[in-house]
């Protein structure tokens, strides 16, 4: 259809009911536009650590703007890459549609079944909400296990080949193993994870399946990685298998309740025969090896997933009621003090060392609470850990150092220092207690002042003397009398009478400034709450520098070392031992609400998982966690 005005002339009658008409029908359309939202979990039912993408769909049967929708929380889930997003128009038939895609990879640690809430969209001021999406997790016990291990519900193996699966069931297996399923928080555990497989079974290549386990509510030491397979013979049962161990850590509780350890996958290869040749190959009386294995010739690679099983761990509070004196340190240690010298003068600093040696998570031991020393000045506490590992035994020594600067001279005492924790061997709680330490002070090395009474060159005999004070002050010389006439008086300048005034300010400043270092290196509470936010500032820049990079690890790093140090300086405690339990516990005695502790808590899970297990997460994620450590750090000076 053409449509023309001539010149001079108007637009026929009906050509404008056509535009009209047609104006009406598209403007319609477009009002018409229908636009839903769906969200759906593929597949719905998974294993543990078994990966799962979950979707969400934002279409419309028009060309037009497609709304963002809302995406639900997913704390049940480990997110393992996403939000990906896509959008695509399609012209069908004279039809147009728009389609708006927000996907993301999910992996679940722990069995249940879990609810992931409806997504939601805004059309034309009206929510529209997608149905909420179902995921069952669940974990398939292998049949067939060997009769010692019947109660572990070891999951079986996966593969795409249903029939070779079947096979594997009972005979290739991850077997995790913990030495202590109710721990109390802070006290070490030792999960080890073995691969066992039947005597003869042609294993070719092998590998963790990426990404590795997370850790979140731990903090975690390796003890063994192997780069290649050790098998040794064992027998399960009246059976003979081949075991090798796997990887071995050390795992530290630092939440209470009932805990999930995440599982552990591996990939592992097998030659397996073609089926050409298992319909033509003699049997060897074993229906197992003779469905697939021993035929030295048209065999191919067959990959297999090895999951181990869920260990979940019953995590105990501590013993209840808690020492006044109690410093959070689980373990069993030794405590001693020491000075760096049996003597010292005025002008000298002292080094005071106290020593926490022995079994536990060392490095989260918190600093002693130092009693009052009389005749030192108390500077701050610097903290350094030598960790050990001996026997799968986490372990070493942490040593807190005081400088000490002597007040008085005489014979000086450092007092017993005593030092509360907690024995989860002997599951009572111990006091601790330094032996008294002398030190004698003695007065510095200042000049004393130097008397010499004589003569001075020039004079006359039974003329006057002079004193000379260590040769820095000479003697005066006699000469003749300045005329008063010549001055004139400074009390009659102006300027002198304004710079009297410079002193005494002077003279003001100076004692405010001795009074607040006084004051601060009396009360080092103050002084490192003072700093706080400044040497948080400085990590967090540190951070920033890091999500510029793309460095989610060293990002993640220096995001709970500002929260931590930050914490542990307005709290005066020591941010190494900092538990997420014995911050949140602190900030409940200074009377913070629940509401305010929750997102210190989980800002502070999120950065650990990082920090013990590295992973890759969006630069969005980065910058809005760190909007988040800016927000507590600020919420929380005024709280504190």
């Known amino acids: 259809m053409e449509w023309s005005v001539k010149p001079g002339g108007k637009m026929n009658m009906n050509k404008i009911t056509w535009i009209i008409l047609l104006s009406t029908a598209l403007l319609g359309r477009a009002i018409a536009a229908n636009i839903t939202i769906t969200a759906g979990a593929e597949p719905s039912s998974v294993a ?3 990966e799962f993408s979950y979707t969400v ?32 128009f399609q012209f069908i038939n004279g039809r147009m549609s728009g389609e708006l895609i927000y996907s993301y ?52 193996p996966g593969t795409s080949n249903e029939q070779l699966r079947q096979a594997l ?24 994870y073995t691969l066992y497989a039947k005597k003869g079974l042609p294993l070719v290549t092998w590998g963790v399946s990426q990404p590795l386990p997370q850790f979140k509510a731990f903090l975690k030491e390796d003890l063994y990685n192997t780069e290649r397979l050790t098998f040794r013979d ?16 050390i795992l530290v509780p630092t939440k209470t309740g009932k805990t999930m350890v995440d599982n552990l996958n591996l990939v592992v290869g097998l030659n397996v025969q073609s089926s050409e040749r298992r319909r033509s190959r003699r049997s060897f009386g074993d229906p197992f090896f003779d469905d697939f294995f021993f035929d030295p010739f048209g065999r191919q690679a067959e990959q297999v997933t090895v999951p181990s099983s869920v260990i979940e761990l019953d995590v105990q509070n501590l013993p209840s009621p808690l020492p006044g004196d109690f410093t959070g340190t689980v373990g069993d240690y030794t405590f001693t003090a020491k000075l760096d010298r049996n003597s010292a003068t005025m002008d000298d600093l002292v080094t005071l060392s106290l020593s926490l040696s022995g079994k536990g998570a ?37 040593n807190f150092n005081i400088v000490l600067r002597p007040q008085k001279t005489g014979e000086m005492q450092i007092p017993p220092i005593s030092y509360t924790l907690f024995n989860p061997e002997k599951k009572e709680y111990a006091t ?100 706080a936010r400044g040497v948080a500032g400085h990590r967090l820049k540190t951070a920033v520098a890091a999500l510029s990079r793309g460095d989610s690890n060293l990002f993640y790093t220096e995001l709970a070392s500002a929260l931590r140090g930050f914490f542990g300086d307005m709290l005066n405690r020591e941010a190494h031992g900092l538990t997420i339990d014995s911050l949140a516990e602190l900030l409940r005695g200074r009377g913070i609400s629940e509401e305010y502790i929750s997102p210190v808590c989980s800002l502070l899970e999120e950065a650990d998982a990082i920090r013990y297990s590295p992973s890759s997460h969006t630069t969005e994620d980065m910058r809005a966690h760190y909007e988040q450590a800016f927000r507590i750090i600020q919420e929380f000076r005024k709280k504190l």
């Open 105 to 156: 990879s999910l992996r679940a640690a722990s069995a249940g079944r879990f609810t992931i809430q409806p997504a939601t969209i805004k059309v034309d001021g009206q929510e529209v909400k997608s149905e909420a999406v179902t995921v069952t997790v669940a974990q398939t016990p292998s049949t067939n296990i060997p009769a010692p291990m019947k109660n572990e519900n070891i999951p079986r």
């Open 48 to 50: 543990p650590g078994e």
């Open 234 to 249: 064992v027998k399960l049962g009246s059976e003979d298998y081949q075991a090798a161990l796997v990887k071995k850590i």
């Open 169 to 192: 069931e009972g005979k290739l297996f991850l077997r995790a193993e913990v030495d202590n399923k109710t721990p109390y928080v802070g006290q070490p555990v030792v999960v080890a």
């Open 432 to 531: 601790l207690k330094s032996s008294p330490i002398k030190l004698t002070i003695t007065p510095g090395t200042a000049k004393t002042p130097l008397v010499i009474a004589g003569q001075s060159p020039g004079m006359s005999s039974g003329g006057g003397t002079i004193v000379e004070i260590n040769a820095d002050i000479n003697y005066i010389k006699s000469g003749e009398r300045i005329g008063m006439k010549s001055i004139r008086p400074l009390i009659l300048s102006g300027w002198f009478l304004e710079l009297h005034l410079l002193p005494l300010l002077l003279l003001a400043l100076a004692y405010y400034i001795r009074r607040r270092r006084e004051t601060l290196e009396g009360n080092m509470g103050l002084a490192r709450r003072l700093r």
């Open 362 to 398: 060392v490095e989260s031991a918190l600093e002693p609470k130092m009693p009052p020393i009389e005749g030192f000045e108390v500077y701050e506490t610097k903290a350094r850990v030598d960790k050990k590992i001996t026997a799968d035994t986490l372990g070493g020594t942490k």
């Open 57 to 88: 769909r934002v279409q419309s049967d028009s060309l037009g703007h497609l709304p963002e929708p809302t995406l639900p929380p997913l704390d049940n889930f480990t997110i393992l890459s996403g939000p990906n997003k896509s959008q695509s």
